[in-house]
């Protein structure tokens, strides 16, 4: 069962430049909408951005880059077995937080929860900075390694559609123990899970020129998994 949620809950979005950040909130929000489960999903600010992005995606030619310094916060409300449940998301430029400063610490601090994208792509250059930022939000999030947190992190594999994992868990370690075996940090976050999704569910180009729909796989998952560990 899901609790009451009085206040809004704040779940940042967290991930390396091009790992589908804002495909994947964007496509979260349209599936939530479309879910029989769910009642009365209203978007109370970000409607603009919403729209904006999902037409670059039903063009074909996928969400546009996130601009350095853009803010993007989606707040939603929605009822989920009779709870009411207000959700902020936070969204931002992938290079803002590859850089690990100030930006990349405020959406920790603000996070009641944590989605982390992840691609595994084998190109070293993005394995070795996924894996230092991994590292770099658990020893934020747990002040030094010093406390363990109570605050739920899922690990999300992105464009499942290329990859196709189907043990997300084991991909985790099959993807980032060659750079280091974050095992060690992991145990300092006491809920975490794994998941693998497609936002579009193939390659938006090919998906237009064979006339079908995008169609968002698993993407409500990781969210559902968060807020009922919030
Ligand atoms: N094939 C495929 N491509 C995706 C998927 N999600 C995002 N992309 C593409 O990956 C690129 C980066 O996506 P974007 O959401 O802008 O990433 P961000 O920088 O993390 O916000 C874009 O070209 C998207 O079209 C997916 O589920 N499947
Ligand atoms: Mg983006």
């Not at 790992?19 to 939530?32: D, F, R, S, W």
């Not at 970000?46 to 546009?64: A, D, N, S, T, V």
């Not at 601090?109 to 084998?122: A, T």
């Not at 189907?166 to 099959?174: G, H, I, S, T, V």
Request: some cysteine.
């Amino acid at each position: 069962m899901i609790p009451i949620m009085k206040k809004p809950r704040n779940i940042s979005v967290f991930g390396i430049r091009g790992v589908g950040k804002t495909a994947y909130l964007i496509m979260l929000i349209n599936k939530l909408s479309r879910m029989m489960a769910i009642h009365d999903i209203k978007i109370h600010s970000g409607l603009e951005y919403y729209m904006e992005m999902m037409r670059w995606i039903l063009k074909g030619e996928g969400p546009q880059p996130t601009k350095p310094g853009e803010r993007l916060i989606i707040h939603v409300s929605m009822r989920i077995n009779g709870k009411k449940l207000e959700v902020k998301t936070y969204d931002l430029a992938g290079g803002e937080i590859q850089r690990m400063g100030p930006t990349f610490r405020a959406l920790i601090d603000i996070g009641d929860g944590y989605l982390f994208l992840i691609e595994p792509s084998p190109d070293p250059d993005m394995r070795v900075t996924q894996v230092w930022l991994i590292y770099r939000f658990v020893e934020y999030l747990t002040q030094n390694f010093n406390k363990k947190t109570n605050k739920p992190v899922a690990f999300v594999f992105t464009k499942n559609d290329i990859y196709g994992i189907k043990d997300p868990q084991q991909e985790f370690l099959k993807y980032t123990n060659p750079v280091f075996n974050l095992i060690h940090v992991l145990r300092k976050i006491k809920k975490c899970a794994f998941f693998a999704v497609s936002s579009f569910g193939g390659d938006l180009e090919t998906l237009r020129m064979q006339g079908k729909e995008i169609q968002p796989i698993n993407v409500e998952r990781p969210f559902l998994w968060l807020i009922k560990n919030i």
